[in-house]
């Protein structure tokens, strides 16, 4: 929402934005990490939490979100949580189509292989 040059803005969306995204980053993460699903767990934690609007000048959003209490963080990461178990049981698209980072896929002798190479290389130069 615009008004002039003051925007009135959820400070919530964007916690709950900047901690899913640290979420789906994780290399252990065992859902669906498309950006559909990103998605949905953003809408869902949103609808668990109090919105905190805030005015601020055009720019001027970082200040604003540096006020926010560890407490605040505590609660969204828990609403976050919650939201990705819901939607890692129910997506909004088929289960086959979920893409997962696969992580325990990786082949440890390959990957130990893999550094001695690199090693070796070093070691040749
Ligand atoms: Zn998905």
């Given at each position: 929402m615009?008004?002039?040059?003051?925007?009135?803005?959820?400070?919530?969306?964007?916690?709950?934005?900047?901690?899913t995204?640290?979420m789906?980053?994780?290399?252990?993460?065992d859902m669906?990490?498309?950006?559909?699903c990103?998605?949905?767990?953003?809408?869902?934690?949103?609808?668990?939490l109090?919105?905190?609007?805030?005015?601020?000048?055009k720019?001027r959003?970082?200040s604003?979100?540096?006020?926010?209490?560890f407490?605040?963080?505590a609660?969204?990461?828990?609403e976050v949580l919650?939201?990705m178990?819901?939607v890692?049981?129910?997506?909004?698209h088929?289960?086959e189509?979920?893409?997962?980072?696969?992580?325990e896929?990786?082949d440890l002798?390959?990957?130990?292989?893999?550094?001695?190479n690199?090693?070796?290389?070093?070691?040749?130069?």
């Amino acid at each position: 929402m615009i008004i002039e040059k003051y925007h009135i803005t959820n400070v919530m969306e964007h916690i709950v934005e900047e901690i899913t995204n640290e979420m789906f980053a994780m290399p252990n993460i065992d859902m669906c990490i498309c950006d559909r699903c990103r998605a949905d767990v953003i809408a869902l934690a949103l609808n668990h939490l109090h919105p905190k609007y805030v005015v601020t000048e055009k720019g001027r959003l970082y200040s604003e979100l540096q006020n926010y209490t560890f407490q605040t963080r505590a609660e969204v990461l828990t609403e976050v949580l919650k939201a990705m178990e819901k939607v890692k049981e129910h997506p909004s698209h088929p289960k086959e189509e979920s893409i997962y980072r696969n992580e325990e896929n990786i082949d440890l002798d390959e990957l130990e292989k893999h550094f001695e190479n690199i090693s070796n290389n070093k070691k040749n130069k």
